[in-house]
């Protein structure tokens, strides 16, 4: 299960190692993720970290860390975390968007993450939150698929993950699916990699003998429960005879267990037949006795009337520092196996058993009980010590399960349905929220710092609309909003994301670089953050050191002003900005940053207009750009932006510097004015028609 490293234990891994892209992987196109719990912290500065190959970490490099996140998270076409509505908060960068999934009667309980890079795409089923605990400390099991060219991982289970990961984005609104520009780079993400992977991937079923077949098992509301899509994948085959559970949480003792029941009903109803449960235990002191964590109504469920039949209990032998939260299912005949593992506990709700199921996912991996699969699936199953027969058993189920919600967190009433943040260049900046019905009485919405905003008496005075725009003053946008209700013990809270990446102002590190820093920016081959390092140090210290006394005259004299040499680094600039260009770019986001993000085209365009000495020195270097632009030559790559398309964009560019060329030439000598004019129409002419 996942990457292994050559010092791993058979069948063990770090399911970080999977957030990496393999060799030839290629340049990060999106990736989304569900969880349960979930860390905003976690999920930005370990996951997608990995998933972008960031070269700074955010504890030790500070503002060169966020200018890399900032560079790499706004060339990617979404990247999404969907959690459940009890843990989706939290102080984040708005970059990547945060989904609060609302289930009726349920909860979003599945652990599944699509990572896609230009030439490969990777699915991850696991049984661990994107937490802490889950990533590193937790004793879990995940499972993974690799989509590429020539590769023969199932194509069904990746549609079937698609299709499932649309229904659970339909929890996302208390509308039920609204329109909405987030919603819409979600199922964007899924359609991409629908379209990109429908030629990777076998169809086929592998019946070999060394290879499983994998595919999803899926429970939700309307889905069919685990234990009917088991009994599919055992069509055609003689009956299970053995069943191994491993699960750290099952349905309170004071009910009967259902999914032992259903369990039962699977396996063989004549002769031998045995479930085995592996769960954590304790000897109980000074008595012959182990102490289960678990319900008796495990043991209880037995069928009755049947005597070759039994119920084991093994122990898992676990690190103290570890928990268990594997969950795994595993029936097996002399013929035939099945090995289930991701997100379902084996509880009513976590196997779809229950009026109102949680949404969960598994990867089920079939294979033959004689053949080199079964062999290779048999370290992934914990280590455990067999409880003798003849001692007594007690039962102390965990007191706690992950499939409950907490009753602590106030949930947000299902009629604040969006918010988004907009900004439009001169327009300002809103925060645009939407309503679905009408809220409960006495609500106020309040900024991350408890700030009032707006409240229900403004709202029913504007006529109580569907969609309120809230002008926002801040520099910075919000990750959320507080909203406050009437008889609520605390606030409940409110994920913001933005309408487009475009609407996000830079980071304060990249606002309104000079002229002289993107020269640097542009004629470096280094990655921006390494090329910014001197800059960002320049920058936090502020007030600027006084310099050493130059003693050589030749170096006292500061050419960069002279007209001649400034231009001569400008062109070099160009050239860089031109080979840049010229390279593919994998997707619209990234072409976009080339172009108009805070490195680009048109932050060199504003940082010439600001700083440059005369209106001739304006025009002559804005003609140069749009000369240079003309030139580009955008290079075909797998997986990249068509060359057309490339140029379709630049030839925009090229217009809007061309008004403001010729404007600035107006007051250049004649000349000037003259090569001004004759620079910008060789540039227009290389616009496609």
């Given at each position: 299960?996942?990457?292994k490293?050559k010092?791993?234990k058979?069948?063990?891994a770090?399911i970080?190692d999977?957030?990496?892209p393999?060799?030839?992987?290629?340049?990060?196109?999106g990736?989304?993720?569900?969880?349960?719990?979930f860390s905003?912290v976690?999920?930005?500065?370990?996951c997608?970290?990995?998933?972008?190959?960031l070269?700074t970490?955010?504890?030790?490099d500070g503002?060169?860390?966020?200018?890399?996140r900032?560079?790499k998270?706004?060339?990617?076409?979404?990247?999404?975390?969907l959690?459940?509505?009890?843990h989706?908060r939290?102080?984040r960068?708005?970059r990547?968007?945060?989904?609060?999934?609302?289930?009726p009667g349920?909860?979003?309980?599945?652990k599944v993450a699509?990572?896609?890079w230009?030439?490969?795409?990777?699915?991850?089923?696991?049984s661990a939150?994107?937490t802490?605990?889950?990533?590193r400390?937790?004793?879990?099991?995940?499972?993974?698929l690799d989509?590429?060219?020539?590769?023969d991982?199932?194509?069904?289970c990746?549609?079937?993950?698609i299709?499932f990961l649309?229904e659970t984005?339909?929890?996302?609104?208390a509308?039920?699916?609204?329109a909405?520009?987030v919603?819409?780079?979600?199922?964007?993400f899924?359609?991409?990699v629908d379209?990109?992977?429908?030629a990777?991937g076998?169809g086929?079923r592998p019946w070999g003998?060394?290879a499983p077949h994998?595919s999803?098992?899926?429970?939700?509301p309307?889905?069919?429960?685990?234990?009917e899509?088991?009994?599919?994948?055992?069509?055609g085959?003689?009956?299970p005879v053995?069943?191994?559970?491993?699960?750290?949480?099952?349905?309170?003792?004071?009910?009967v267990?259902?999914?032992?029941?259903?369990?039962?009903?699977?396996?063989?109803q004549?002769?031998?037949a045995?479930?085995?449960f592996?769960v954590?235990a304790?000897?109980?002191?000074?008595?012959?006795?182990?102490?289960?964590?678990?319900p008796?109504?495990l043991?209880?469920?037995?069928?009755c009337?049947?005597s070759?039949?039994?119920t084991?209990?093994?122990?898992i032998?676990?690190?103290?520092?570890?928990?268990?939260?594997?969950?795994v299912?595993?029936l097996?005949s002399?013929y035939w196996?099945?090995?289930m593992?991701?997100?379902s506990?084996?509880?009513a709700?976590?196997m779809?058993?229950a009026a109102?199921p949680?949404?969960?996912a598994?990867?089920?991996?079939?294979?033959r009980?004689?053949?080199?699969a079964?062999?290779?699936?048999l370290?992934?199953?914990?280590?455990?010590?067999e409880?003798p027969e003849?001692?007594?058993?007690?039962?102390?189920p965990?007191?706690?399960s992950d499939d409950?919600?907490s009753?602590?967190?106030?949930?947000l009433?299902a009629?604040?349905?969006q918010?988004v943040?907009?900004?439009?260049a001169?327009q300002?900046?809103t925060?645009?929220?939407t309503?679905?019905?009408?809220p409960p009485?006495?609500?106020a919405?309040?900024?991350?710092?408890?700030v009032p905003?707006y409240?229900e008496?403004?709202?029913k005075?504007?006529?109580s609309p569907?969609?309120?725009?809230?002008?926002w003053t801040?520099a910075r946008?919000?990750?959320g909003?507080?909203?406050?209700?009437q008889?609520a013990?605390?606030?409940a809270?409110?994920?913001v994301n933005?309408?487009?990446?475009?609407?996000?102002?830079p980071?304060?590190e990249?606002?309104?670089?000079?002229?002289?820093?993107?020269?640097?920016?542009l004629?470096s081959?280094?990655?921006?953050h390494?090329?910014?390092r001197?800059?960002?140090?320049?920058?936090?210290?502020?007030?600027?050191?006084?310099?050493?006394?130059?003693?050589?005259p030749?170096?006292?004299?500061?050419?960069?002003?002279?007209?001649?040499q400034?231009?001569r680094?400008v062109?070099?600039?160009?050239?860089?900005?031109?080979?840049r260009?010229?390279?593919?770019?994998?997707?619209r986001?990234g072409l976009?940053?080339?172009l108009?993000?805070?490195?680009g085209?048109m932050?060199?365009?504003r940082?010439?207009?600001?700083?440059?000495?005369?209106?001739?020195e304006k025009?002559f270097l804005?003609?140069?750009l749009?000369?240079?632009?003309g030139?580009?030559?955008?290079?075909?790559?797998?997986?990249c932006?068509a060359?057309?398309?490339?140029?379709?964009?630049?030839?925009a560019?090229i217009?809007?510097?061309?008004a403001?060329?010729?404007?600035?030439?107006?007051a250049?000598?004649?000349d000037?004015?003259?090569y001004?004019?004759?620079?910008?129409d060789h540039?227009?002419?290389?616009?496609?028609?």
């Amino acid at each position: 299960m996942g990457r292994k490293k050559k010092d791993a234990k058979p069948g063990y891994a770090r399911i970080l190692d999977a957030w990496f892209p393999p060799q030839g992987a290629g340049d990060p196109l999106g990736c989304v993720a569900t969880s349960f719990t979930f860390s905003h912290v976690f999920f930005e500065e370990e996951c997608l970290s990995r998933f972008l190959c960031l070269q700074t970490d955010a504890a030790e490099d500070g503002a060169l860390y966020l200018v890399e996140r900032e560079e790499k998270l706004a060339q990617v076409t979404c990247a999404a975390a969907l959690v459940d509505q009890h843990h989706a908060r939290g102080s984040r960068s708005l970059r990547w968007d945060l989904l609060a999934a609302r289930v009726p009667g349920g909860i979003l309980h599945a652990k599944v993450a699509i990572l896609a890079w230009q030439n490969l795409v990777r699915l991850i089923i696991t049984s661990a939150n994107l937490t802490e605990d889950g990533y590193r400390r937790n004793l879990e099991v995940f499972g993974t698929l690799d989509y590429h060219e020539g590769g023969d991982a199932p194509r069904s289970c990746l549609k079937d993950i698609i299709g499932f990961l649309r229904e659970t984005a339909s929890y996302a609104g208390a509308s039920r699916g609204a329109a909405g520009p987030v919603l819409a780079r979600w199922h964007g993400f899924l359609d991409a990699v629908d379209r990109k992977t429908a030629a990777w991937g076998d169809g086929r079923r592998p019946w070999g003998r060394d290879a499983p077949h994998v595919s999803a098992v899926l429970v939700g509301p309307g889905r069919p429960s685990a234990f009917e899509s088991l009994r599919q994948a055992w069509a055609g085959h003689a009956v299970p005879v053995w069943a191994d559970v491993v699960s750290p949480f099952f349905d309170p003792p004071e009910v009967v267990s259902r999914p032992t029941e259903a369990l039962w009903g699977l396996l063989r109803q004549r002769g031998k037949a045995e479930v085995r449960f592996y769960v954590t235990a304790e000897e109980v002191p000074g008595k012959a006795a182990f102490m289960l964590h678990a319900p008796a109504t495990l043991k209880e469920a037995e069928p009755c009337g049947r005597s070759q039949i039994a119920t084991v209990f093994q122990q898992i032998n676990l690190d103290a520092a570890r928990a268990l939260h594997m969950k795994v299912l595993w029936l097996e005949s002399d013929y035939w196996t099945t090995y289930m593992v991701g997100s379902s506990n084996f509880t009513a709700a976590g196997m779809g058993l229950a009026a109102r199921p949680n949404l969960e996912a598994n990867l089920l991996y079939a294979m033959r009980t004689d053949g080199k699969a079964y062999k290779a699936m048999l370290p992934v199953f914990p280590n455990y010590e067999e409880i003798p027969e003849d001692i007594e058993l007690r039962w102390q189920p965990t007191a706690s399960s992950d499939d409950e919600a907490s009753e602590e967190t106030v949930l947000l009433p299902a009629a604040f349905d969006q918010a988004v943040y907009l900004a439009q260049a001169g327009q300002g900046a809103t925060v645009e929220l939407t309503f679905a019905g009408d809220p409960p009485a006495g609500w106020a919405i309040l900024s991350e710092d408890n700030v009032p905003l707006y409240d229900e008496a403004a709202w029913k005075a504007g006529g109580s609309p569907a969609t309120v725009a809230l002008t926002w003053t801040a520099a910075r946008p919000p990750s959320g909003l507080w909203v406050r209700r009437q008889g609520a013990a605390a606030c409940a809270w409110w994920p913001v994301n933005v309408a487009s990446p475009t609407a996000l102002p830079p980071l304060d590190e990249l606002r309104e670089l000079p002229l002289e820093v993107l020269i640097d920016i542009l004629t470096s081959a280094r990655p921006l953050h390494e090329a910014l390092r001197k800059w960002v140090r320049r920058w936090q210290e502020q007030d600027r050191r006084p310099e050493t006394v130059e003693l050589d005259p030749h170096r006292r004299v500061d050419t960069s002003t002279f007209l001649l040499q400034r231009t001569r680094r400008v062109s070099w600039a160009l050239e860089g900005l031109r080979e840049r260009l010229e390279h593919p770019v994998a997707t619209r986001e990234g072409l976009q940053w080339r172009l108009r993000g805070p490195v680009g085209v048109m932050a060199l365009k504003r940082a010439v207009l600001k700083e440059g000495r005369s209106e001739e020195e304006k025009a002559f270097l804005l003609a140069e750009l749009a000369l240079e632009l003309g030139r580009v030559k955008p290079r075909r790559g797998p997986g990249c932006l068509a060359p057309k398309e490339v140029k379709a964009e630049i030839a925009a560019i090229i217009q809007e510097l061309d008004a403001e060329a010729r404007t600035a030439a107006n007051a250049a000598f004649p000349d000037l004015k003259a090569y001004v004019c004759s620079a910008l129409d060789h540039a227009r002419e290389e616009i496609p028609a």
